[in-house]
């Protein structure tokens, strides 16, 4: 079964939210997924990732969504 | 000799260098060199040749065949100048009736126990002891030929490149040394004592291919005679001529001599003035060359409309005009984005710059990626961010002042073999060794090695041995407080995070499965030395916190001050030729030539004023995002230059369904490769052997690559792209390569100095080269970082999804070997192949009787991704819990069962954890049957368009 297109990107946005994330540094791991989605993702990829999160965002983890919608805020 | 090719000056013995000279008089000449030259060198520096058979330049004098004896002013007798010493004052003849006559004798000697068959011989022309017999004017042998000798002596051709021909040999014993000194593998001894003393390779008994000679050919180069002689000098007699190239296999970049024979390449020697390899080499550089010829080449471009058809053969402007063609209708149907391209690593630079160039400017976006993804892109993020430039940042020669050696995820004497034996020869001078692998390696069993330590963690457990390590060096105050406090920023809350108790060694046992005791001890092996260097590959950036190790290392090296001078540094061991190259070239799809990123408007409206086309400010697809757009049905076209995707890529099944969707796929290639049986558009492509450029190795270094033959199809790689860019309607018209470098200099800060003028002058560059460091930059961030401070990153350990559960319990890792090159296009179409002719799944032995399993027998591999079936060898040098194997060949599917798992900065493809399970089959998988369908039937496709005339013209 083909995989829906956001799951790749669902996966691997929480991955670098996993990774930024240090202890109480919240806000500062939001920023950091967004600018790393900002520098080096295409925006077809954003695009579409903007579009899963206002349609049903399961499975992002809680950075992620942030980091999602203040990308989407800053666009 | 007329229409012999013969290389530079042999000096005799190695240079010397010291602060201090030393002058004397030879043969009335006056000469001064550095305390500790021999006699022998100081004489060839005044120009006076000594007689010698059993020395040479590359290797420490041995003092047995006696040939160079001279006479010193109040000395007895007739000291071997090759082991003497020259001293201040020292009055030297080295030509006088009495030495003409002992040497005489001598050579007499020799050849009274030599076949005297000089016309048919190989070497006739080329021969250290033919020169010598001539050199002491030797006219007759006393003796007879009637008495004891060797004549009969059974020759050894096991070697599929070189035979060794015992009647020939002469005892002196360079062979021997160089296989120690030179290549650091100890295979050959010389057997018995006085006249019965003989060379052999392994232990009694054994030949070349059966002892543990891995065919570097440095015996064979240091042979005065034909005892040990390359093969193809056999075939084909001497050389006549030499271009000076660079190999064009491991990112080691060696220097070579292609010498040739009208057009045919007779034997690659490496260069003694290359400056990366010092005149050695490993199998692949120096012998497997054969690729270049093979009768798989396919040197005509062709075209197709699907997939399902036969290749028609057409000319160079039809392909191009079809090529662009297609493209232009993907763009006008499914929008600008949904092409791109792939430049590749193993092509030179001006290739690879031209490549990316022609997609943000003639595709007009920024969907340019290379293979580098696949290996090294972590490398380039996590050096970026921490020490503010993407590269390794010593020379090799550096290793000569390293005290400790860390080798993390890398395994050199395989992948790197040179380097490899760089390093062995460090390691028997004293150096100590810190291995952090799941396998033991073979730089653990270096001939003479002191102390060391094998730090066997479990695959994916990289960040938490680093992040211990770190813990380990803070905790016991072995941090080097002046550097952190004048070089770096950030350490406050590094510090906080590393000496967080989830950070020791003693926690992080479970984790990493190496004891807490072990990791101190190594953490002040590394630390408690002047100088530590760490040495890494892609068992630190293929996995899903690739990035974060390299964070980790480069926070290691700063912590102990070990960055900014010899013997220390973040040393990249790069997988290909050319991956540091293709990297600094702009292959990345977020970044122009010399990591510049496209969102900067100054570096973007540069480039623009010069290219003379507006460019998209916004980061391109990735290989794996291009993959999943492709799926999707977003992504329908893709040129792809001198890279095999459908082979080397993870998860081969969504990889072929990527390459299957695509309405126009270009493969620019020497070979129909893997990715070519889905093209559309065949380009044919030329090996180094046939172009002009440059490489750049895993130091920086760039290296020229010269043409020794004509291109087989015709036009250059760079040529090709050229004209398929200008069919696209954005012209391009250069003449020569170093035009295309002139316009890389011009726009990449850290290359503005570069030239062909100064490569030609210099011999190598080591980049930046610029105004601040007009002649390059052997070693990096001397003084300052180019972001000013050194940035102290936080690694957190997050461990990677992939598991091993009950349904599959082993975590399989891939990796490389000795005779094979990556995808294996070049190697598996060599003699090579005697060496490692099918991947095999490496198993521990608990595992093994766990399951039944023998050595041999067929295994199904199965992972969440996909399943295959290899055979099975069992061996010790795996963890319990862990199986191993390549991916040269093909057929092997190795890449079926990897996932897409990825580094989480980066994409780059988890390959060396995979949770997999495996099982005794008794046959192949469902994919190895469809691919062999498959590839039978673009087989035959091929064949097709070729008729009955062969495909390679040579
Ligand atoms: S094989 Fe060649 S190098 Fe080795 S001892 Fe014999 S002559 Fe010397
Ligand atoms: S080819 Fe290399 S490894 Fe083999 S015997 Fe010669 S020097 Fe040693
Ligand atoms: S070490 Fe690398 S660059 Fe050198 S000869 Fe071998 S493959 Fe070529
Ligand atoms: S060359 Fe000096 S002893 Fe052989």
Redesign the pocket.
Known sequence: MQKESHTNLVKMVNQIAGNVFFKDNHDEAIDKVATHMRKFWAPSMRDELFEYEARDGHGLSDIAREAVRKLRRDS | MLGIYKPGTDY?TPERVSDKQVSLIIDDTEVSVPEGTSV?RAAEIAGISVP????TDSLE????????AVEIEGRRGTP????TPAEDGMRVTTQNGKLAKLRRNIMELYISDHPLDCLTCPSNGNCELQDMAGAVGLREVRYGFDGENHLAAEKDSSNPYFTFDPSKCIV?SRCVRACEEVQGTFALTIEGRGFGSKVSAGVSGENFLESDCVSCGACVQACPTATLIENEVIKHGQPDRAVVTTCAYCGVGCSFRAELKGDTVVRMVPDKNGQANHGHSCVKGRFAFGYATHPDRVTEPMIRDSIHEPWKRVSWDEAFSFAAARLKEIQAKYGRNSIGGITSSRCTNEETYLVQKMIRAAFGNNNTDTCARVCHSPTGYGLKTTLGESAGTQTFDSVFKADTILVIGANPTDAHPVFGSALRRRLRQGAKLIVADPRSIDLLNTPHLGEHYHLQLRPGSNVALINSLAHAVLSEGLEDQDFIGKRTENYQQWREFILDPVNSPEQLEAVTGVSADLVRRAARAYAGVPNGAIYYGLGVTEHSQGSTTVMGIANLALATGNIGREGVGVNPLRGQNNVQGSCDMGSFPHELPGYQHVADDSVRSAFEKVWKVKLDHEPGLRIPNMFDAAVHGEFRGLYVQGEDIAHSDPNTQHVQAALGAMECLIVQDIFLNETAKFAHVFLPGTTFLEKDGTFTNAERRINRVRKAIAPLPGLQDWEVTQRLSSALGYEMNYRHPSEIMDEIAALTPTFSNVSYELLEEKGSIQWPCNEAHPAGSPIMHVDDFPIGKAHFALTPFVPTEERANRRFPLLLTTGRILSQYNVGAQTRRTANQVWHDEDVLEIHPHDAEERGIKDGDWLGISSRAGDTVLRARVAERMQPGVVYTTFHHPFSGANVVTTDNSDWATNCPEYKVTAVQVQKVTSLSDWQRDHHVFSQRQQAFLDAAMGDEPVARR
Do not use: I, K, V
């Not at chain 2, 004098?61 to 160079?68: H, K, M, Q, Y």
């Open positions: 005799g022998m010698r058979l059993c020395a004098p041995f003092g047995s065949c006696r040939l160079c071997a100048s090759c082991t002196c």
